[in-house]
């Protein structure tokens, strides 16, 4: 099966920069996907095919991709920004939509 | 805007099944190049695709659900539905009806509100 990998937990300072990974073998020949899930909430995109934001996500949120672990980054992450984090590919070969473990971001 | 509303049973026994209907509005579900799916959370727990549906001839699960699990569309409700067969505790979740993108590169790019599904006798 394929398994996407990320931190079980992550936790930044307000201002700092957070750092939150997904990997796996080759990720760099997939296109990911970030959400952001807050408690009680369904997840929000904020990040897709790598490096793009939708409308009305903050330009703090970013992602890149390469060899095997992709990651998003939040530059002077704010106390609003605490929440889960999922990583997604699509497995083409396999038809099938995968999703990291998630992260827990911690705004200390 | 898009949105999606799923319904049905809060409560279901161990052994049966899990039927949810989510409900399309703000736009049609019918062939226009987006897949529909399900995931679904357990209490606590990560987020887990369940399957996805762009017709009725492309269907496509999550290999450990593929034996108990069925989605289907009606476009003339502009919804469409999931089935869960013989249901154990396990199937305890919250479960999201999604808009998947479809394409090469894949993503949700629209989530219902989620609905609370317990297994319990």
């Known amino acids: 099966s394929y398994v996407l990998t990320q931190p079980p937990s992550v936790s930044v300072a307000p201002g700092k920069t957070a750092r939150i990974t997904c990997g796996v073998n080759?990720?760099?020949?997939?296109?990911v996907h970030w959400y952001q899930q807050k408690p009680g909430q369904a997840p929000v995109l904020v990040v897709y095919?790598?490096?793009d934001r939708p409308s009305g996500i903050p330009e703090r949120f970013s992602g890149s991709n390469s060899g095997n672990t992709a990651t998003l980054t939040i530059i002077r992450v704010e106390a609003g920004d605490e929440a889960d984090y999922y990583c997604?590919?699509?497995?083409?070969?396999?038809?099938?939509?995968?999703f990291g473990g998630g992260t827990k971001l911690t705004v200390l | 805007q898009l949105q999606l509303q799923e319904s049905g049973p809060g409560l279901v026994k161990p052994s049966e099944t899990l039927s949810l209907t989510c409900n399309v509005s703000?736009?049609?579900?019918?062939?226009?190049?987006?897949?529909w799916a399900w995931i679904r959370q357990p209490p606590g727990k990560g987020l887990e695709w369940i399957g996805n549906?762009?017709?009725?001839?492309?269907?496509y699960y999550n290999p450990s659900l593929k034996s108990r699990v069925a989605i289907s569309v009606d476009t003339s409700k502009n919804q469409f539905s999931l089935k869960l067969s013989s249901v154990t505790a396990a199937d305890t979740a919250v479960y999201y009806c999604?808009?998947?993108?479809?394409?090469?590169?894949?993503?949700?790019?629209?989530w219902g509100q989620g609905t609370l599904v317990t297994v319990s006798s």
């Open positions: 549906i762009y017709d009725s001839w492309n269907i």
């Open positions: 997604q590919v699509w497995h083409s070969s396999n038809y099938h939509v995968v």
């Open positions: 095919d790598n490096s």
């Open positions: 080759n990720i760099e020949t997939k296109s």
């Open positions: 703000g736009g049609s579900i019918s062939r226009n190049g987006f897949y």
């Open positions: 999604a808009r998947d993108t479809g394409g090469s590169w894949r993503w949700i790019d629209s």
